[in-house]
């Protein structure tokens, strides 16, 4: 018996010292009957890809089958503290874009995409952005 509460004391210890980053996401979710998008003008070093201070539109399209109605974007390890919003509106993101049936909104405004970006924060860590086009 003391064995196995050595075996299991040892590998509790080794779970609580492993770090689990959670992803930092943006999910983007279409939550009406009809096609939508969401399009941002970001630097692309900013989503993973290489190119420096360079600027690209991407858009996002959102269909209405299930497998189309949402999308995730992987922005690597940690969660969006105000801080890590602040840094990614000031230095990586130029517009904001998003049309749905039922809403139209484009944001070149620092504050406002930033505003905008916290409000829809949340997650135990707050490792997620979720936009929801209505």
């Given at each position: 018996?003391?064995?196995?509460?050595?075996?299991?004391?040892?590998?509790?210890?080794a779970c609580l010292l492993t770090?689990?980053?959670?992803?930092?996401?943006?999910?983007?979710?279409?939550?009406?009957?009809?096609?939508?998008?969401?399009?941002?003008?970001?630097?692309?070093?900013?989503?993973?890809?290489?190119?420096?201070?360079?600027?690209?539109?991407?858009?996002?399209?959102?269909?209405?089958?299930?497998?189309?109605?949402?999308?995730?974007?992987?922005?690597?390890?940690?969660?969006?503290?105000?801080?890590?919003?602040?840094?990614?509106?000031?230095?990586d993101i130029q517009s904001v874009?998003?049309?749905?049936?039922?809403?139209?909104?484009?944001?070149?405004?620092?504050?406002?995409?930033?505003?905008?970006?916290?409000?829809?924060?949340?997650?135990?860590?707050?490792?997620?952005?979720?936009?929801?086009?209505?």
């Amino acid at each position: 018996m003391k064995r196995l509460e050595l075996i299991l004391l040892i590998t509790g210890t080794a779970c609580l010292l492993t770090s689990c980053d959670p992803a930092k996401l943006i999910i983007l979710k279409n939550k009406t009957d009809k096609p939508a998008y969401f399009r941002w003008t970001v630097r692309t070093d900013s989503t993973g890809t290489s190119g420096g201070q360079q600027f690209k539109t991407v858009t996002f399209d959102l269909g209405t089958s299930k497998n189309d109605k949402e999308k995730t974007i992987v922005f690597g390890f940690g969660n969006w503290p105000t801080s890590e919003i602040e840094r990614f509106v000031n230095e990586d993101i130029q517009s904001v874009e998003i049309e749905s049936v039922n809403e139209k909104k484009f944001m070149t405004n620092k504050k406002e995409i930033k505003d905008y970006l916290l409000e829809r924060r949340h997650g135990i860590v707050k490792n997620f952005i979720t936009i929801k086009l209505k």
